[in-house]
């Protein structure tokens, strides 16, 4: 199994060191994105809070981390599908599972080059260190992480049942749930009836708790595992998803078609 | 087990909505034949195909692979069998190495690069080997396609329209390719094409489909005899306009 794991992402890796493009989609729009917010933040600086301020762009990479690891998936598989390659792997003997878990890997390599790049420019330019946060960054990171695998399963489940017309929602996705998580203001902000709806989603808790940590220091433990246990949820239900959607195309004989329209 | 048949497919249905795509249809291919699948556009052979694949699920009807049901069994079948059409491609912005590299991974082929080198010299297109395979003729991209399709050295192959986009000259050297493995492996076929010259020297025997339905099999001689004609190629219109096999030297008459 991890052999074929392993070759899926060297799939994905060798297409990485070959195309700029692609790499820079690692680099380049993240880093522009945080200049923005860094900047927007020096000025901010001389005239408000500090700490709020510190808010943003730590929303701001936090934010990055759950978007690059639904962008993996989407974008790997979305990849095949340009490439008129997918009939080749639904051919080879690798099982759906193996192939999802090899973008995911390739979620987790993205997200993890954005979190260092990021993280060291922005101590660098605006003075941000995101290891104030401390202990609880990794335990943030990983239940961005995995919201962003059940975000891409479910983005992918749509764009391999309606193809090119679902490709926006590759990109638009993401910017569903972020209102409601809260991500650069605390969900008190939210009209009431919406709050609940922030506590939904697991990436919430990160920015809540993100916020926590760096106004008193510490934050309240057992959100993270109501996080945890929310990304199950969403994991199991984006699988199904993803399979649903899969037997709909097996029976519409539509796989041979992605790709092709 | 010398009398099951590699590959055998008994009432196979499949319908699109309204439309039955494969209607009922039945037979089966022994070790090593090569069996043609022919017939006018969107007579169904590319769905049949599929459907043999596991990539489309049939409405009615079984399919057996190399002594196993595909509906259970369809990881371990795909580990035996391989595809290739001229409609599918390995990813253009990966090296032919590359490309050939990942597939022989997933296959979890021991010795990879060796097995690569075989069947790019056996296709003649070693010279591509660090080429990016966006970069290849269309022609090399359909030798590397059958490339692909032999890495697992596969019991059954599955063929769309393989030589389509190819030049005379390129097309007769794989099918010479194609000949020579099926011989010394014995490698079961299934085989379509729009060129009846090359379904009459490639194929054992052939089926001939039209709206989905099995209008004529046999040898190709067999096929021929039936038909009163002495050519695949009058074969074929007359099944294109007629729909079924009549002899082709009445309906001419009509
Ligand atoms: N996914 C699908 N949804 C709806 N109809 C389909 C689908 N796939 C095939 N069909 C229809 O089923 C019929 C058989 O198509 P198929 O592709 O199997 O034909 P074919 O024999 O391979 O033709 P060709 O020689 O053009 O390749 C056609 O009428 C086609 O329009
Ligand atoms: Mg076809």
């Known amino acids: 199994m991890w052999l074929r ?27 522009m994105e945080l200049l923005v917010w860094g900047f927007l933040m020096t000025y901010l600086r001389r005239h408000m809070l500090p700490s709020a301020i510190v808010w943003l ?6 934010w990055d981390v759950l978007y690059r ?18 009939i080749n792997l639904f051919i080879a003997p690798i099982s759906v599972f193996e192939l999802l878990l ?27 260190d995101i290891l104030t946060i401390g202990a609880a960054l990794l335990p943030f990171m990983l239940v961005l992480l995995l ?53 939904l989603l697991p990436s919430t808790y990160v920015f809540e708790g993100m916020r926590a940590v760096v106004s008193h220091g510490t934050f309240d433990i057992r959100t993270l595992g109501i996080a945890f246990g929310l990304n199950l949820v969403y994991l199991g239900l984006g699988s ?14 539509h796989l041979s078609r992605l790709g092709m329209e | 087990m010398p009398d099951t048949p590699a590959i055998s497919v008994e009432l196979l249905t499949k319908r699109f909505g309204d439309l039955t795509a494969v209607n009922g249809v039945s037979f089966s291919a022994s070790k090593g034949e090569i069996l043609g699948l022919l017939g006018p556009n969107g007579a169904g052979k590319t769905t049949t195909i599929q459907l043999m694949l596991g990539l489309t699920t049939p409405t009615y009807g079984d399919i057996t692979i ?13 580990k035996r069998v391989n595809f290739a059409s001229a409609y599918i491609s390995l990813p253009s912005n990966l090296t032919v190495e590359e490309n050939l590299t990942v597939f022989s991974r997933l296959y979890g082929i ?108 046999g040898t190709p001689a067999e096929v021929l005899k039936s038909a009163r004609s002495e050519s695949m190629e009058e074969v074929f219109i007359a099944i294109a306009r007629n729909g079924a096999l009549k002899d082709v030297a009445e309906a001419e008459g009509d």
């Open chain 1, 57 to 62: 762009l730590g929303g701001m990479i936090f």
């Open chain 1, 5 to 31: 794991v392993g070759a899926m992402v060297a799939r994905y890796m060798y297409l990485y060191r070959r195309s700029l493009a692609r790499s820079g989609e690692v680099f380049f729009w993240p880093v």
């Open chain 2, 66 to 78: 190399l002594g196993q049901d595909l509906r259970r069994h369809r990881r371990d079948i795909l």
């Open chain 1, 102 to 128: 090899a973008t995911c890997f390739m979620g987790v390599i993205k997200a993890t080059i954005t979190i260092l790049v990021l993280g060291t420019l922005a101590s660098v330019l605006y003075a941000f």
């Open chain 2, 110 to 217: 021991r010795n990879g690069r060796r097995r690569i080198g075989e069947l790019l010299e056996q296709f003649e297109i070693s010279h591509t080997l660090k080429q990016v395979t966006g970069a290849l003729s269309s022609g090399q991209i359909t030798r590397l396609n059958l490339c692909k399709a032999f890495l697992n050295d596969p019991d059954a192959l599955f063929l769309d329209e393989p030589t389509a986009s190819l030049d005379p000259d390129i097309a007769d050297k794989v099918r010479t390719a194609l000949g020579e493995i099926q011989r010394e492996r014995g490698v079961t076929m299934i085989y379509t094409s729009h060129n009846m010259q090359e379904v009459e020297t490639m194929c054992d025997r052939v089926i001939f489909l039209s709206r989905g339905n099995i209008v004529a099999q």
């Open chain 1, 147 to 199: 919201f962003g695998w059940a975000l891409g399963t479910f983005t992918m489940g749509l764009i391999l049942r309606f193809g090119k017309a679902a490709e926006a929602l590759v990109w638009g996705i993401p910017f569903l749930v972020q209102p409601f998580s809260a991500v650069f203001y605390p969900v008190d902000v939210l009209p009431q009836p919406l709050r609940a709806g922030a506590y």
């Open chain 1, 240 to 253: 199904l998803f993803f399979g649903l959607m899969l037997r709909i195309v097996r029976e519409r004989g």
């Open chain 1, 69 to 86: 690891s639904q962008q993996a998936i989407t974008l790997s598989l979305s990849e095949d599908i340009w490439a008129k390659n997918l």
